[in-house]
């Protein structure tokens, strides 16, 4: 079956840029995600990827993604204290008539220190 | 981004009643909504697959019974938890696609349920 990993702890300070690292098993993957969740928050859709691309950049964002080491990474320039929260990795398979099924890692918390 | 709104935000209820939440899309259509579960500290726990105008599709161990879900129309669907117990205190959280090949999914604001 499908497995998402993900290091569960990222401590950066403010103004250097974090990483965000994460595996995956299933080759067949069609998109992989990163999503960012505040304290008792839903997921808030931050970038995501085609799986045939391997680099994607939006703004502060750079996604890398390793199809063949199924490894896919996020990194944030300039991180700012509103960075914290944790982030999930996901990648997502289609499903036929059920659209993306996604897979979740088990998310990265991500604390920012001035 | 696409907005899908989900309520109510928290709800506290006593062990062996009804609960519903909502999940809509706002500014789209979503013929597929999924609704996932979240423990404290942990990742997202899919549930079920919510089709509109059919049957849900419900993950392996999740008692279609004991979660009813329906979705009459492309901008909602409903998840209802029946005679909840205090061990189905969680978060919840729906989410619906977007983009022409429906890649994108976007996230409700997620349902605290403390079942006491």
């Known amino acids: 079956g499908e497995d998402v990993e993900q290091s569960l702890f990222l401590s950066v300070r403010e103004g250097d840029s974090s990483v965000i690292n994460c595996t995956y098993t299933d080759s067949s993957s069609t998109y992989l995600y990163w999503y960012k969740q505040e304290p008792g928050a839903g997921l808030q859709l931050l970038t995501y990827i085609f799986s045939n691309m391997d680099m994607k950049q939006d703004q502060r964002l750079t996604v890398l993604l390793n199809k063949k080491d199924k490894h896919l990474s996020l990194r944030i320039a300039d991180t700012q204290t509103g960075d914290s929260a944790i982030y999930f990795c996901a990648e997502s398979r289609m499903i036929k008539a059920a659209g993306n099924k996604l897979t979740f890692g088990g998310g990265t918390r991500v604390l920012v220190k001035p | 981004g696409a907005v899908v709104s989900q309520h109510p935000s928290w709800v506290i209820c006593k062990s062996g009643t009804s609960v519903k939440i909502e999940c809509r899309s706002l500014?789209?259509?979503?013929?597929?909504m999924f609704w996932y579960r979240q423990f404290p500290k942990q990742s997202l726990m899919l549930m079920a697959t919510s089709n509109e105008g059919s049957k849900a599709t419900y993950e392996q161990g999740v008692e279609k019974d004991k979660f009813l879900i329906n979705h009459a129309s492309l901008t909602l669907s409903t998840l209802t938890v029946t005679s909840a117990h205090p061990e189905d205190s969680s978060f919840y959280i729906c989410?619906?696609?977007?983009?022409?090949?429906?890649?994108?999914?976007?996230f409700g604001s997620g349902t605290q349920l403390s079942v006491l």
């Open positions: 989410s619906a696609s977007s983009g022409t090949a429906n890649e994108k999914l976007f």
């Open positions: 500014d789209f259509q979503a013929t597929t």
